[in-house]
T-cell receptor, first 113, second 111 residues
Framework: KAGVTQTPRYLIKTRGQQVTLSCSPISGHRSVSWYQQTPGQGLQFLFEYFSETQRNKGNFPGRFSGRQFSNSRSEMNVSTLELGDSALYLC????????????FGQGTRLTVV | GENVEQHPSTLSVQEGDSAVIKCTYS??????FPWYKQELGKGPQLIID?????GEKKDQRIAVTLNKTAKHFSLHITETQPEDSAVYFC??????????FGKGTKLSVKP
């Protein structure tokens, strides 16, 4: 069974640009959550999608957005990039909302210069 | 706000010794507590979890205990091996259903 796939693995962007990250969940999983990981703040929840609907959102500015497609694949977008957005962005796949057992992908390492 | 505290932040043990990592959570409604292992350059890997109706769960060399009254849960690794070296995260489910993570424990197992 294939795991969670995140693309790309690495990205370098310039301040002010925007970026789109992609996540393909485990087959059959309908819930996708996104987390930001930094050395200072640790793992912080961005948002969760289930059946193409955003179910809840963490405490991040509106520059961070996402969506989910009918095949459960998800994308997150960050606009007007800031240096502080440099982080490892992780996607987690779950069978359904609220059932726990979240499985993470390898992450996308975003560097903003 | 909802919070998970994790201790210690770093832990160094000799191969073969046991390692214990402790976490405290704030939301008494939390009912699911997973533990993740993250190796360098990889995403967190779910290694064991426990639900609120269970006090202890074991899987080979790892075990997790939960004290709901005290809002504490702990990870125990016995007979540690060098390949256990990694960063370990505890988590609890928040009121919105998302995972709230501790800050992590860097475990080093010396051969």
């Amino acid at each position: 069974k294939a795991g969670v796939t995140q693309t790309p693995r690495y990205l370098i962007k310039t301040r002010g640009q925007q970026v789109t990250l992609s996540c393909s969940p485990i087959s059959g999983h309908r819930s996708v959550s996104w987390y930001q990981q930094t050395p200072g703040q640790g793992l912080q929840f961005l948002f969760e999608y289930f059946s193409e609907t955003q179910r809840n959102k963490g405490n991040f500015p509106g520059r961070f957005s996402g969506r989910q497609f009918s095949n459960s694949r998800s994308e997150m977008n960050v606009s007007t990039l800031e240096l502080g957005d440099s982080a490892l962005y992780l996607c987690a796949s779950s069978l359904a909302k609220g059932l726990g057992e979240a499985f993470f992908g390898q992450g996308t390492r975003l560097t903003v210069v | 706000g909802e919070n998970v505290e994790q201790h210690p932040s770093t832990l160094s043990v000799q191969e073969g010794d046991s390692a214990v990592i402790k976490c405290t959570y704030s939301d008494s409604a939390s009912n699911y507590f997973p533990w993740y292992k993250q190796e360098l350059g990889k995403g967190p890997q779910l290694i064991i979890d426990i639900r609120s109706n269970v006090g202890e769960k074991k899987d080979q060399r790892i075990a997790v205990t939960l004290n709901k009254t005290a809002k504490h849960f702990s990870l125990h690794i016995t007979e540690t091996q060098p390949e256990d070296s990694a960063v370990y995260f505890c988590a609890a489910v928040g009121s919105q259903g998302n995972l709230i993570f501790g800050k992590g424990t860097k475990l080093s197992v010396k051969p």
